[in-house]
């Protein structure tokens, strides 16, 4: 820090201090976090809450009580350590982990926040996000689509009508005999868990949103938040940005309308063969073309309602569209009991045989996604190109086509999972034979699913071929940076060569992590051209790739019969494995970690393109670290430093955005191993880019950034000083990078061999406290005298009697 500061004013220990730390990926026990077994919980619930050492329960009171004694001056210096801990909000029983069963829906999310940081009022960004939420609703049809094709193609169109399959299968006997064996009736029968799907889905959404996103800011006095560069607000700084209620109302009602109006199509695409020949009942085929009217009706107000209004930051907007919200639901299974009806009603000599009419639908719905995702792409080069000069400091992931490349990523997920589902259960029901295959008891899945699945063994190859690339990279990296380690540590001994390669290979493997865009980069084109390859011969062979490449010459009929059965197996096993790894990864702190980063970065982000991803967390964790600062800070007039590490940095930085200028200035922030530029800077440029992150510095006086080389995730958050900004002279936010090891052999002070940390412990360096007492000492010389503490039971400025959310013992709970 700067050494000729001036140091804090004498007053300016007259109120205490406060250090709220804020933990990373995979959570951490306030125990741990404070170190000290004895805490107690002073405000919150089960899910996220603050807590403190139970001798620090009632801090401010000793405080005032310890005035004028100069015995307790050393310990009035010390911050009061509170700790937020988060991790419930993303963590908890197993059962959670069916939520990795909605990553699809997830990444369409994540492309939403991926959109270049051009101007706000740019007219490709609306255009942007009309078609990121289009992708996302073509995910909720193909999902609705999946379900329908195995309960109403596979199971009550094909196995049900094949005594074959059946006979071993009781369970299938009301859809074999009585009244339900008509082929109409068998439908509407299988249409139950499609639309049970729907309806869960809207439960959880609206659930969730209850339980997660419903938290209100702080009120603010009025103020401007520092502009970036091309003038306007930064996003995070909007007071409505962690509550979008009203836009992710309007989504659930729009998708729940399009699950329920899917199933209607496929009732009505099922009967149209039979109602429409000639000699048909004339009844039966105008009423199905009436139905077929309002089902076009619906789709129609379901592409409005979800194109016609984004989200609304400026301002908490509380408003429903009760509209959209209410009646487009209701209207939609109105429609489809009138479908069921219909279906169900009696057709003499309708029989089931082959696929269910309609299936071809599947590949009209990828061709889709994939004008929608070329659509985006120029969207997105359009939105790069208009970037006002070094906004993104060159450091963009993708050249800014990262959010198409994610939303093409979604629409695959989407395609294996259900895919692999539909796979599955065919070869379950046919465990004698191969399905679609001659002589076999059910006809299978459509061809395009088959032809999916036989490139799923050739995008692995290429994920494979990228590892061993980037293993190789490490391996050089490494033997690169080995002759140079030991000069990073004076005196150290120069025979330790084994240490030197352990320190370069970690610094190694931690730099791999800037190797993702060219990875997402890979797959995603590999995708592309092999998804277009699979589209193209289910369109012109109209065979799975065995029977299709049966007349061709050498090992490549054998070739395309193992690639088809591997691609088959692996489609179904991916989605056993989501299941399995998401158990784990709830029950194991250590499996957490590992994939807890990236599941964390998907559910930072608001729902702002798919209601049924899963849900916000920071939609509960910043409004109540903003809470906590403003009351803290205007009950006790005190100093506040915010501690965030890793994914806690973000949530951290994100609450000291949407604090009000008054507050902001009794608020330091110290981040350390965090991702804020690394990760969401170079992906997430709207929102992280250079531009956001330089207003946010002309607005936090007191920032620290910690890092180290040997981190995978944390790194500097490249911001210049602020004497560019016309500003004080202040000290640049990134310190140089921490050591580690602390050090390079054995010492005095460290008999035994110090551990590479790489991004856990930054608590144990020493620049960690060091960095911490001078952000207190520099806030107190920049906010001058302590303001007069609100009263005691009095109202605060926030609305709330003084004595509600007291740093005491009525609201805690011991541990």
């Not at 001056?73 to 988060?86: S, V």
């Not at 995910?139 to 689509?145: E, P, S």
């Amino acid at each position: 820090m700067s050494e000729d500061r001036p140091g804090p004013p004498a007053e300016a220990h007259r109120a205490p201090a406060l250090e709220l730390l804020v933990h990373g990926v995979g959570g951490t026990t306030p125990q741990e976090m404070l170190g000290d077994p004895r805490t107690v919980r002073i405000t919150g619930d089960g899910t996220a809450g603050i807590h403190r050492r139970t001798d620090d329960a009632d801090a401010e009171e000793r405080f005032g009580e310890s005035r004028g004694d100069p015995s307790a001056d050393l310990a009035r210096r010390r911050p009061i350590p509170e700790a937020y801990c988060w991790s419930n909000l993303t963590s908890g029983n197993s059962a959670r982990a069916l939520w990795l069963l909605l990553l699809p829906f997830m990444v369409a999310n994540l492309a939403h926040w991926m959109r270049p940081a051009a101007p706000a009022r740019h007219p490709a960004q609306r255009v942007y996000d009309v078609l990121v939420r289009l992708v996302a609703l073509s995910l909720t049809v193909l999902l609705t689509a999946a379900a329908c094709e195995v309960t109403l193609d596979l199971l009550a169109w094909q196995c049900a009508a094949s005594e074959r399959c059946a006979e071993d299968k009781s369970w299938l006997g009301p859809l074999t005999g009585g009244w339900w064996a008509l082929p109409g009736r068998r439908l509407v029968l299988a249409a139950l868990p499609p639309v049970a799907l729907t309806a869960l889905l809207w439960w959880l959404s609206h659930r969730t949103w209850s339980a997660y996103e419903s938290a209100s800011p702080p009120p603010r006095p009025p103020g401007p938040s520092q502009p970036v560069p091309g003038g306007e607000r930064p996003a995070l700084s909007l007071p409505g940005f962690w509550y979008g209620r009203r836009l992710v109302s309007r989504l659930r009602a729009a998708h729940t309308a399009a699950g329920l109006l899917t199933v209607a199509a496929a009732l009505l695409t099922a009967t149209a063969r039979y109602d429409h020949r000639p000699g048909g009942s004339a009844a039966l085929e105008v009423l199905g073309w009436t139905l077929t009217a309002a089902v076009a009706a619906g789709w129609a107000a379901v592409v409005v309602v979800t194109v016609r209004r984004g989200r609304t930051e400026a301002e908490p907007d509380e408003r429903i569209d009760r509209w959209a919200s209410k009646v487009l639901p209701c209207a939609a299974l109105g429609v489809l009991a009138l479908v069921a009806v219909h279906t169900a009603w009696y057709r003499p000599d309708w029989s089931s045989s082959a696929r269910l009419p309609g299936t071809g639908a599947f590949a009209w719905l990828v061709l889709l996604q994939g004008v929608l995702v070329a659509a985006l792409a120029v969207a997105a080069y359009v939105l790069h190109r208009a970037m006002p000069p070094g906004t993104c400091g060159g450091r963009c992931a993708m050249g800014g086509l990262g959010g198409a490349a994610v939303a093409l990523l979604a629409c695959a997920l989407g395609g294996v999972l259900t895919g692999g589902v539909a796979q599955r259960v065919a070869d379950w029901l046919d465990r004698g034979g191969s399905p679609g295959a001659a002589g076999g008891a059910v006809a299978g899945p459509p061809v395009l699913l088959n032809w999916q699945a036989s490139v799923i063994p050739v995008l692995l190859l290429v994920v494979i071929a990228f590892v061993l690339i980037a293993a190789v990279r490490v391996w050089r990296e490494r033997r690169r940076l080995t002759p140079r380690v030991v000069r990073l540590y004076e005196g150290a001994p120069r025979e330790l060569d084994s240490r030197s390669r352990q320190i370069a290979r970690a610094v190694a493997w931690a730099r791999l992590t800037d190797s993702a865009p060219a990875l997402v980069a890979s797959v995603a084109f590999a995708t592309l051209l092999l998804g277009g390859g699979a589209l193209a011969g289910a369109a012109l062979t109209g065979a799975p790739p065995g029977p299709a490449a049966s007349a061709w010459p050498g090992p490549l009929p054998a070739l395309a019969e193992t690639v088809q059965a591997l691609g088959s197996w692996l489609m179904g096993a991916l989605v056993v494995l989501l299941v399995a790894t998401g158990r784990r990864a709830y029950r194991d702190a250590a499996a957490r970690r590992t994939i807890g980063i990236l599941w964390d970065v998907g559910t930072f982000w608001p729902r702002a393109a798919h209601p049924f991803a899963p849900p916000c967390y920071a939609e509960r964790a910043v409004p109540d670290l903003t809470w906590r600062m403003c009351t803290w800070t205007e009950r006790t007039g005190g100093r506040l430093v915010i501690s965030g590490h890793s994914q806690g940095s973000v949530l951290a930085a994100a609450a000291v955005w949407q604090l009000d200028p008054a507050t902001r200035k009794r608020v330091a922030l110290l981040t350390y191993g965090s991702p804020l530029e690394r990760l969401y800077g170079r992906w997430f440029p709207a929102c992280f880019g250079p531009g956001p992150l330089r207003a946010l510095r002309r607005e936090v006086d007191c920032w620290r950034n910690l890092w180290r080389l040997t981190d995978p995730i944390g790194g500097p958050v490249r911001i210049e000083d602020g004497t560019e900004d016309g500003g004080d002279d202040c000290d640049p936010v990134d310190r140089e990078p921490l050591k580690d090891p602390l050090e390079y052999g054995r010492t005095p002070e460290h008999p035994l061999p110090a551990p590479i940390l790489g991004h856990g412990d930054y608590q144990a360096d020493p620049a960690f406290a060091a960095e911490r007492a001078a952000l207190l000492d520099r806030l107190a010389a920049a906010a001058g005298p302590p303001p007069v503490p609100a009263q005691p039971g009095g109202p605060g400025r926030y609305g709330e009697s003084e004595r509600s959310g007291r740093s005491g013992r009525p609201a805690a709970e011991s541990r």
